[in-house]
């Protein structure tokens, strides 16, 4: 079945057919939503209304309905992240750990507040709620994989990862 729009899509006609693809992946249409949109995020390093219009048209669900699943899940953001997206938690367990020196210390070592992309999209920050992680707290993740405790060397070695 091809999805047609009156209006230019924000994807390209390879990115339409994966989103295609995630819908008709599974027996009933919005279970591959999710996947779609890490797609999205993966593509634009955010979401746009654009982009979940679109998305909601694909998978024939009310835009509302893909709003609230891309602004619900942390795994996706409304601001531009850079291509490595350092996450920090700040969770009760983490914030006792230290995760507020260290928010500060990933704001000088990147050189960027948070929610910002540097200047050459390599790299954003953003604290995070509950990480599941408290063990190893500051919880600290890079592209949603957890890497452990963020401490002054782990923050420090972040831009010599590759």
Not at 58 to 79: C, D, H, K, S, Y
Not at 85 to 108: P, T
Not at 145 to 158: D, M, N, S
Request: charge should be negative; charged fraction near 25%; glycine fraction near 6%.
């Amino acid at each position: 079945m091809s999805v047609t729009t009156a209006t230019k899509s924000p994807f390209t006609a390879e990115q339409e057919a994966v989103l295609l693809r995630w819908k008709n992946e599974y027996p009933y249409p919005n279970m591959g939503l999710v996947e779609a949109l890490r797609s999205v995020q993966d593509w634009n390093r955010r979401m746009t209304p654009e982009c979940v219009a679109r998305v909601a048209e694909i998978f024939e669900l009310p835009f509302n309905r893909v709003w609230g699943v891309a602004t619900f899940f942390p795994t996706f953001t409304q601001w531009k992240t850079g291509r490595k997206r350092v996450g920090l938690c700040h969770g009760l367990s983490c914030w006792l750990a230290g995760s507020d020196k260290m928010e500060k210390r990933l704001e000088e070592t990147l050189g960027v507040p948070e929610k910002t992309c540097t200047a050459d999209g390599e790299y954003s920050w953003e604290s995070m709620e509950c990480l599941g992680a408290c063990e190893q707290g500051p919880a600290l993740l890079v592209n949603d994989r957890l890497v452990g405790a963020a401490t002054e060397e782990t923050v420090a070695k972040l831009k010599e990862s590759k």
